[in-house]
């Protein structure tokens, strides 16, 4: 149910393609980007090529440090620190190096989850400043709410989880 191993390859994934992404479409763009949108999709504020980049290197490193760095350092912080559903069941000597990795299987998908979308509105900020239209389509939005609703499935599905003691592994 839940692999370690596939969440850590996705994430890796999803970092390196946001990584690549600017490269590939750098002398395409116009040396003055639209940067901020408004609720119409319609550019109302702007940065050069160069600032631009480095705030999409900055987003990206921050968020790749976040997931990556607390799915490190989870095993070595205080349970008091970690919240979950039966938590002296699921942090007993029996259990925790089980549930540490459940947990961070789920920061490595929920850390995809934010740099697909991330690539996704980088992606569309592109296009919006190399076809000049200044303007994002309004797949934007249904971007931000399949994160949204993907982030909620998530987050309940390993709620659930943690709250069925039957999920157990070893023994009692």
């Known amino acids: 149910m ?3 191993k596939y969440a850590r390859i996705l994430f890796i994934a999803s970092i390196l393609i946001s990584l690549l992404l600017p490269i590939f479409l750098y002398e395409q763009l116009p ?4 940067s901020h ?3 119409n999709n319609e550019a109302d504020r702007w940065m050069n090529k160069n600032s631009y980049l480095l705030f999409h290197y900055g987003l990206i490193f921050f968020f790749s440090i976040l997931f990556g760095g607390f799915a490190f350092l989870l095993p070595k912080m205080p349970a008091s620190f ?3 559903p039966n938590k002296d069941f699921w942090l007993n000597e029996k259990r925790k190096n089980f549930t540490f990795d459940v947990l961070r299987t789920l920061l490595f998908y929920l850390g995809t989850l934010c740099l697909l979308l991330f690539i996704a509105l980088f992606f569309s900020v592109y296009n919006a400043n190399v076809d000049g239209s200044n303007k994002l389509s309004s797949f934007s939005w249904i971007l931000i709410l ?3 609703g993907s982030t909620g ?3 309940i599905k390993y709620i659930l989880f943690f709250n069925n003691k039957e999920n157990q592994t070893g023994d009692e």
């Open 82 to 84: 970690i919240n979950i």
């Open 37 to 39: 949108f408004n609720l």
């Open 31 to 34: 040396e003055r980007m639209a």
């Open 2 to 4: 839940f692999n370690l």
């Open 146 to 148: 399949v994160f949204l």
């Open 153 to 155: 499935v998530l987050t």
